[in-house]
């Protein structure tokens, strides 16, 4: 950073913890690069701009995305607040040697949703609309990455399962055009589905991800709570039967499917009963990965004014609940003991000991020595709540003879 001629801060205002991190973070830079471009984008400076200011007072705030609003900013010293409803054209360009073999690609921004304790309506776009990229603009970018190298394509978005709704299509026909328009050996992760826009989908999607192996079996649906009560408190769209018919119809096709979700513990009004019903709801469904978080009050929403949990007893809800999660993920990681299976090298774990391979089911599965980017196969020999660990069997980087034919029997084994 010490060589560089601008400083670019992407903030996040989705979490309290999140935001006190950030303005720390501003107050340090502001300080020891006093001769620097500082640029703030990102959440945030919509929701506080005036707390930026107090701990940047030389920031220039962009509450913008786009390059051409980089550059405005790189070269002027005014602020640039836009707020009006840009179209959404620029995807991000892939570069292999900044990238390596992932390319992410953001297909749409907004939600239709209304929730009382989101923030992020507020510093995006507003409540219950959406922008989605261009059908062709995605297909055209996912393919130039795919001829450069990529192999993992991660298609994200605040609410995926809402794709083309202000375009006249879905996220099935993207998911379709992808598949039958980019040629190659690649895989495709899904980003998170909300449960009503999913449930309009499911079954077409269910059809689409079974017929082609190069979709992760993978799928995010944020049920948030266990309690029709609590949903209803947090104005989400969707009850707790929709969620498991959901889930049901997934597992029904996929049986291991790696299922994950989000729990709110602590959101203003939860009794311990609704406590409860998430932690039973978990066990029940055998939900493999859980993102758990405390209510985080936030500034501007219905939920911030509304009686809030001690903090004292969301931590409390927050330690039993993290405890009940584990025991069910491990229960279902240790399904895969002793199997076979395949998947793509993805990334060397943040101890720097392991490589992560993950699974056609998008479980990572830790072995010692691999190469990034190659296709494997490899057996499981144990499992913890978070991972898989492996014995490497085959790889298709071995060298130029060898090649594994890494196909899919029902969804399930892989044949070499």
Known sequence: MGSADVVIVNTCAVREEAERNELKLLRKLSKEY?????????????????????????????????????????????????????????????????????????????????????????????????????????????????????????????????????????????????????????????????????????????DVVKSDWRVYRFFHVPVQSGSDRVLMLMRRKYTVDLFRDIIMRIRRVFPDATIATDIIVGFPGETDEDFWASVKLIEELGIDKVNLARYSRRPFTEAAYMEQVPEQVKKERSKIATDAFNKVALERNRMFIGREMWGIVSEVDFKGE?????????????????????????????????????????????????????RITEGLDLIS
């Open 354 to 406: 392991n490589y992560v391979v993950r699974s056609y089911n998008y479980k990572p599965i830790a072995v010692r020595k691999a190469d990034i980017g190659a296709f494997v196969r490899v057996r499981v020999t144990d499992a913890t709540p978070q991972r898989l660990f492996g014995q490497l069997l085959e790889s298709e980087s071995l060298g130029a003879r060898y090649r594994v034919d890494f």
């Open 34 to 206: 006093q001769d620097k471009r500082l640029i703030v984008i990102g959440c945030l400076t919509r929701v506080r701009p005036a707390s930026i200011k107090d701990a940047a007072p030389n920031a220039v705030l962009v509450t913008s995305h786009g390059a051409e609003l980089i550059d405005e900013a790189m070269n002027g010293n005014a602020d640039i607040y836009i707020y009006d409803d840009r179209p959404a054209k620029y995807l991000p360009n892939y570069y292999p040697e900044l990238h390596g073999h992932r390319y992410v690609v953001p297909i749409q921004v907004g939600c239709l949703g209304n929730c009382s304790f989101c923030v992020t309506k507020i510093g995006r776009m507003g409540f219950g609309r959406v922008k989605s990229y261009d059908i062709d603009d995605i297909i055209n970018a996912i393919a130039n990455a795919v001829s450069k190298g990529a192999r993992e394509i991660y298609l994200t978005g605040q609410e995926i399962s809402a794709y083309g709704r202000d375009r006249g299509y879905d996220l099935v026909d993207l998911l379709e055009n992808i598949l039958r328009k980019v040629g190659g050996r690649f895989m495709i992760r899904l980003g998170m589905m909300e449960p009503l826009e999913l449930s309009r989908i499911i079954d077409r999607l269910l």
